[in-house]
């Protein structure tokens, strides 16, 4: 690890002056925000992180989680993974959300890492990790290594020639079935962006992975009011029972009305650039019986425009399994309104 300077901002007007001064809020950046540093201190230590100065952020006034006048729901940027997951409206109204922060990570971690963290978690690639390879990720234009090299955990939706890393985060792809808006505080002002705006596609610029530009800030997630009836569920498919990253995930949030999908939102974890929501899958859902057939097509509309690299083919059919297990686990009586079995509600039983 590199010498850094060390300082701590007392409101959020300082932190954004002293993130002002850097001249990117992407790799590379000379001021880095710490709260709870599961990723940064991390990355700095492998040297793939280089700031010159290091704010933090943890006296500031983000760590609450309040009830909306319209029924939707505020989450502090500063609040922490277990007291987000554990939380009661979580819980009861958004167990989607809770599911997938239980099924992250380990319960050390999770009373450390915070909802902003987790938001701009950066990607586990091995190459992005190791400043010794190639990876335009973390030097822009020096090539990528994954994409002829070991790939086997990395994305078949939303790729580039330039980067096929996945974006690591479960939580994220629970915000984006849920439709969260992220809430950031910059020297433009203030400014709400959808979670499907916030983050970007590689393209030819992977070193940009999201739209904060430098000395921006994120305060705040803000999600929907609950819908009456709701059906959630996540399910996380990875090579261990814990502690590990998914090679698919799924995030459902549904409705039905007799029996047909009269709403639904479906998000894929694990094989995309990016936490991905799949508006095929949805189309093909909404208006349809909630049955095996439309699960399954449901599942083939979502990874039609799948790109696999050499190692992780495997991961198209496995990602349709997932979204169709995820469908049927939603919708079963069994399982209940909350998308939480009744024989078991705790978080890091379900995803074994």
């Known amino acids: 690890m590199r010498a850094f300077e060390f300082t701590r901002a007392s409101d959020i007007a300082q932190a954004i002056a002293a993130g002002a001064a850097s001249k990117t809020a992407q790799q590379g950046a000379e001021v880095r925000f710490v709260a709870g540093g599961t990723t940064l201190l991390d990355l700095m230590k492998l040297e793939v992180e280089r700031p010159t100065r290091v704010v933090d952020i943890n006296l500031l006034p983000l760590g609450e989680i309040e009830t909306l006048p319209d029924g939707g729901l505020r989450i502090g940027a500063l609040v922490r993974n277990s007291d987000l997951a554990h939380h009661a409206a979580v819980v009861n109204d958004y167990p989607v959300l809770s599911q997938a922060l239980l099924a992250g990570a380990s319960a050390q971690l999770r009373n450390m890492a915070t909802t902003g963290g987790n938001l ?144 639904a939102r479906v998000a894929l974890g694990g094989v995309a650039t990016k936490p991905w929501r799949s508006y095929e899958a949805e189309q093909i859902l909404t208006g349809a019986a909630a049955d095996a057939a439309t699960f399954r097509r449901a599942a083939e509309a979502a990874l039609r425009d799948a790109q696999p690299q050499s190692e992780n083919a495997f991961k198209i059919e496995l990602a349709k399994r997932c979204i169709a297990s995820a469908l049927a686990r ?23």
């Open 120 to 263: 701009l978690q950066r990607t586990r690639c091995m190459y992005f990790r190791n400043d010794a390879m190639p990876c335009n990720k973390r030097v822009p234009g020096s090539g990528c290594a994954a994409i002829d090299g070991d790939n086997r955990h990395l994305g078949i939706l939303g790729t580039s020639a330039d980067c096929i890393a996945t974006n690591p985060s479960d939580m994220n792809v629970a915000l984006t079935a849920l439709e969260a808006t992220v809430h950031i505080e910059g020297p433009k002002g203030r400014r709400a962006v959808a979670i499907e705006e916030f983050f970007l596609l590689p393209a030819g610029t992977p070193e940009r992975e999201n739209v904060l530009e430098p000395g921006d800030l994120v305060t705040a997630v803000t999600l929907p009011p609950p819908r009456p009836g709701s059906l959630q569920t996540y399910l996380k498919l990875r090579d261990r029972a814990s502690y590990e990253f998914a090679l698919a995930s799924t995030a459902i949030v549904a409705t039905l009305d007799e029996g047909r999908f009269s709403f």
């Open 330 to 352: 939603a919708t079963s009586p069994a399982w209940g309104p909350s998308g939480a079995s009744r024989l078991d509600r705790r978080g890091d039983k379900l995803y074994g």
